[in-house]
């Protein structure tokens, strides 16, 4: 099957819905593919609506969630707008190549899941607006690979979706305002949270910063947190890291210590839990490049060390027609991934309004505001100290810290494309999204940050999700 | 949310799971922590990322090998393996 549109969205999340609101609104065709199968993303993830449901189901999910009006008006603009055939909704498929054609873009895409049954769906538009979002970003410890360890958001996404628990003692840790809701969510779900361990400070600087960018929404999410660590028992420890999962044949323990600025362990502080059955690590998140880097963006660091696309005032990139919203300009939260896709679907609908249009305030806010938070939860830069040589790095080929480090030392292996060569990191099912930047750090060594070239290198990826030889064949017809 | 459940089996051995779970969900509230082992180094691996990202929790589905637990949702008398 194949559909034309003027615009097409990739995504469905909080930017995605955005950008197809605004786009149709806005007097386009507009077709949107999402790997999900119903509309929300990561932030908004909820209950399957296949199962039979009734209204207040629909404000039960909204639990735990911020922004859930914000939601429910764009859901209500998207159906309303689905019905007037103003928009076609692709939900089940993932794009798995995009390119550039003529006058404008094609997607091809591939169901998520098999057995689902959502057919292939070719997508011609004239201009594209790419909002994928990202991932938990990750950090290599001793143990990290048993079952049992989870990414800090999958476990939110796990909770959301499901409505269980996929355990019942937890230690969250890494650093970012992010774990606080993680941890918040696990105890409102009846689960234990032993401890949540950041390896930053960021102590009594949250409210007079969120007041300083001028949305002091920020501080009051931050103080319903607070209140919710105290209601549950949760101990927040700052300065403090996970040194290794301990276990067997799945995660059943940690061992924590204290550290420096640098996050340096400092001696004479650890401390093991045990007894625990769910780890969760998120270091931040990482936005899903690929799309961007295959079409041939200009791209920049961001100010916590991702990969980010370069967009203009109204989120066009550097490719004319290409506009990109979300966590693929910089990881800043559902607030701002809104703001953006509204920017850009309406961009997207009228690329010439014929009179110049300025970008909303609000944007730049948020944009200082996600900046400073990025600030003030860096990636402590000793992290490699914590590895062994023996540690796996490429969870899927599994490729150890050693073999990095000696592909570094000596073959020269300095970036993640030559790494990947040297060592296969990077060159199984996952391509790469979950040991990338951890690969690029190492490839630069001890202390250093990968710089944009070797996150590119690993952004690189043939195929943006497994496809099948049969999809593969079709592109020779 | 008051879904009705649905038997699934897991290597053979029936499940319940609540309608609409993903396979992932349905093997992790039942305390399976791992249902693959890895290539190299045998090791045991289940959910990972829980969005469909790290391919850590493949499964066979009805015969489709390499499926993503965390992303499939269970139906009244799938058939899951472990690889
Ligand atoms: C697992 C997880 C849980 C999170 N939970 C929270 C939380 O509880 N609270 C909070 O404040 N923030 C949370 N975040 C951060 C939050 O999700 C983001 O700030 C926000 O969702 C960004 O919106 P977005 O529209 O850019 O991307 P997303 O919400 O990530 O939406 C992107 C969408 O694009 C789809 N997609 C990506 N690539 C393709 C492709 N190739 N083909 C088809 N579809 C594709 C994805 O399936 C997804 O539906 C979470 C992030 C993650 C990764
Ligand atoms: S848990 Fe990562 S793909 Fe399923």
Redesign the interface.
């Known amino acids: 099957m194949s559909v034309t549109v003027d615009v097409a969205v990739v995504g469905a999340g909080p930017a995605g819905l955005a950008a197809a609101v605004a786009a149709a609104e806005a007097g386009a065709r507009v077709a949107v593919v999402d ?1 999900g ?1 119903q509309p929300g993303g ?1 932030f908004w993830r909820h ?2 609506e ?2 039979q ?1 009734q209204a207040a ?1 629909v404000q ?1 999910d909204g639990h735990g969630h911020h922004g859930w009006n914000t939601y429910l008006d764009l859901r209500a603009r998207f159906d309303a707008a689905q019905h007037a055939g103003r928009i076609t909704y692709l939900p089940g498929l993932q794009v798995w190549m995009a390119e550039r054609s003529e006058d404008g873009f094609v997607l091809r895409t591939t169901p ?5 049954g959502a057919a292939p769906v070719t997508v011609t538009a004239d201009r594209l607006v790419l909002c994928p979002g990202g ?2 970003r990750q950090l290599p410890v001793p143990g990290w ?7 800090a ?3 939110q ?2 909770i959301k ?7 019942k003692r937890f230690v969250i840790a890494g650093t970012g305002p992010f774990l606080l809701p993680v941890a918040a969510g696990i105890a409102e779900a009846g689960g234990k949270v032993l401890a949540v361990l950041e390896s930053s400070a960021p102590s009594a600087w949250l409210p007079h910063l969120a007041a300083a960018s001028g949305v002091p929404g920020k501080a009051l999410e931050g103080a319903e947190y607070a209140a919710a660590f105290a209601r549950h028992r949760i101990p927040y420890r700052t300065r403090s890291i996970v040194t290794e999962v301990l276990g067997s ?2 995660a059943s323990g940690v061992r924590t210590a204290r550290v420096d600025p640098a996050g340096r362990v400092r001696p004479g502080t650890e401390r093991v839990y045990g007894d625990v ?1 769910v780890v969760g690590f998120g270091w931040g998140f990482t936005p899903q490049m690929e799309l961007p880097v295959s079409l041939g963006v200009e791209t920049r660091l961001d100010a916590d060390g991702s990969l980010v696309g370069v967009v203009d005032d109204r989120q066009q990139s550097s490719v004319p027609g290409l506009y990109l919203a979300g966590e693929v300009t910089g990881v800043g939260g559902a607030t701002l991934a809104v703001l953006e896709g509204l920017a850009a679907g309406a961009a997207a609908a009228r690329p010439d309004p014929g009179v110049p249009v300025k970008p909303p305030a609000a944007i730049a806010r948020h944009r200082r505001f996600a900046q400073a938070m990025h600030q003030a939860h860096p990636v402590p830069a000793a992290w490699q100290d914590w590895l062994t040589p023996d540690t796996t790095v490429c ?4 490729v150890t810290a050693g073999d990095i480090t000696e592909a570094r030392e000596d073959l020269g292996a300095r970036d993640v494309r030559s790494l990947k060569s040297f060592t296969r990191a990077g060159m ?3 391509q790469g ?2 040991c990338g930047f951890a690969a690029a750090c190492l490839g630069a060594g001890p202390g250093e940050a990968p710089g944009a070239g070797s996150l590119a290198g690993s952004a690189k990826r043939p195929l943006a999700a ?1 496809v099948g030889i049969g999809e593969l064949a079709a592109l020779d017809g | 949310m008051n879904p009705q459940p649905v038997t699934i089996t897991f290597d053979g051995r029936p499940l319940t799971a609540a309608a609409g779970q993903s396979v992932g969900a349905a093997l992790a509230s039942q305390g399976v922590t791992a249902w693959r082992s890895t290539r190299k180094g045998g090791r045991p691996r289940g959910l990972f990322c829980g969005i469909g990202v790290c391919f850590d929790c493949l499964v066979t589905v009805d015969g489709e090998t390499n499926q993503r637990a965390c992303l499939v949702e269970v139906c009244e008398g799938m058939e899951v393996e472990g690889s």
């Open positions: 790997a199968n990561q209950a399957p296949t199962v449901r189901d039960a998520a899941v098999a057995s689902a991932y938990d690979d048993l079952p049992g360890v989870l990414a958001g999958g476990i996404a796990f979706a499901n409505g269980v628990l996929p355990g044949d799945r059955d969870r899927c080929e599994e199984g099912w996952c999204r979950v497994p």
